[in-house]
């Protein structure tokens, strides 16, 4: 005799307006290899209270590319963010950016 499939369960959640959900985020971008460049970056995030919780540097031709883990932060404010670091001259191309969903490092990045 088969076993019985467990019965569902069902809960009504709150629907958050767009934005809310906070989560950390991964982002990369690329930008200009030069003093003060970092401090920008830094301080873009923290005028939209967006922490930086871990950072690695990788050298590229002339410039540099950024990997970003923030802490959690909410999605709006992660965007306007990203949007303020899009405008600075001192980054290049288009800024990627994931939700990170799990708590497993990145060991190719250094922080396994």
């Known amino acids: 005799m088969g076993r019985a499939a467990p019965a569902p369960c069902w809960r009504q959640l709150e629907r958050l307006e ?3 959900l906070a ?3 991964y ?3 690329e930008v200009d290899d030069r003093t003060g460049v970092l401090a920008r970056v830094a301080g873009v995030f923290s005028d939209h209270g967006v922490s930086v919780a871990r950072l690695v540097q990788e050298q590229n031709g ?3 590319v950024l990997h ?3 802490h959690e932060a909410r999605t709006g404010d992660v965007e306007q963010a ?9 980054t290049h191309g288009r ?3 994931l939700r990170v969903i799990s708590d497993r490092g990145v060991e190719g990045l250094g922080w396994a």
């Open 62 to 64: 002339d410039g540099a």
């Open 18 to 20: 767009r934005g809310e």
């Open 95 to 97: 800024l990627r950016s």
């Open 27 to 29: 982002v990369r971008l």
């Open 23 to 25: 989560s950390p985020f």
């Open 82 to 90: 990203l949007g303020d670091l899009e405008r600075l001259e001192e």
């Open 68 to 70: 970003i883990v923030t």
